[in-house]
């Protein structure tokens, strides 16, 4: 009904993997919904913000490949269900050993991830 829906949900959360690990803003812009919405718990402080200001966080910091970190972010489970889907993600990175959740939704013939929660686990 949607296409190859795994798959296409894997490589949308692929480009968001590999724009978070170089650091790309376009390539992360490409797999948000305009109006995304982040929320997160990183060491017990709340974490709030809209895409844009998602995207400026990410442009002003060094990131994880110019860190020379290894590339160790992985699909841990998925979860679809007609148009919409829930990614489980680690992405162990930057210092943090972080867990998402990305919901996607499935509009004008594409996967866009419309929310992202996440948390640093100790």
């Known amino acids: 009904m949607f296409g190859n829906s ?9 480009d968001y993997f590999n724009g978070i690990y ?3 803003v376009e390539l992360l812009r490409s797999v948000f919904s305009k109006n995304a919405m982040l929320y997160g718990d990183i060491k017990g402080q709340p974490y709030e913000k809209e895409l844009d200001a998602y995207l400026e966080t990410v442009k002003q910091r060094k990131s994880p490949k110019d860190l020379k970190e290894d590339f160790k972010m992985e699909i841990v489970g998925v979860e679809l269900m007609g148009r919409l889907a829930v990614v489980k993600a680690h992405l162990p990175m930057l210092g943090y050993n972080y867990y998402d959740f990305l919901s996607l939704y499935y ?3 594409k996967w866009s991830i419309v929310n992202k929660l996440f948390a640093h686990v100790e």
């Not at 795994?6 to 692929?14: A, P, R, W």
């Open 6 to 14: 795994i798959k296409e949900i894997e490589t949308v959360v692929s």
């Open 22 to 24: 170089q650091g790309d």
């Open 107 to 109: 509009t004008d013939g």
